[in-house]
């Protein structure tokens, strides 16, 4: 099985399947999909996991981007944090 990953700057595109559906896709892939069940809209992503149900479609759509915005890095001292606790402690020399 491939994963397909696409660069954070390419936008979805919104295109509305049917009248309760709406299809998004990114540079021409299957991206997820928001379903309206009468109450709330249904947020899939494009392996078919629930990302959530919301009121307002604006809402639905903006969480289906935000699940493929790239993670965070994270710390910049993260990796030298782990060398600098291996390291004795020196004694002052008086």
């Given at each position: 099985?491939?994963?397909?990953?696409?660069?954070?700057?390419?936008?979805?595109?919104?295109?509305?399947?049917?009248?309760?559906?709406?299809?998004?896709?990114?540079?021409?892939?299957?991206?997820?999909?928001?379903?309206?069940?009468?109450t709330t809209h249904l947020v899939r992503?494009?392996?078919?996991?629930?990302?959530?149900?919301?009121?307002?479609?604006?809402?639905?759509?903006?969480?289906?981007?935000?699940?493929?915005?790239?993670?965070?890095?994270?710390?910049?001292?993260?990796?030298?944090?782990?060398?600098?606790?291996?390291?004795?402690?020196?004694?002052?020399?008086?």
């Amino acid at each position: 099985m491939s994963t397909t990953t696409f660069p954070p700057s390419d936008p979805l595109t919104w295109k509305q399947a049917d009248t309760d559906v709406h299809v998004a896709t990114r540079a021409g892939e299957f991206a997820g999909f928001v379903e309206f069940d009468g109450t709330t809209h249904l947020v899939r992503d494009n392996r078919g996991t629930e990302l959530g149900a919301f009121d307002d479609l604006d809402d639905a759509f903006r969480a289906l981007e935000d699940a493929h915005a790239p993670a965070g890095r994270g710390s910049a001292f993260a990796p030298i944090l782990p060398r600098a606790w291996r390291r004795k402690t020196r004694r002052a020399r008086a």
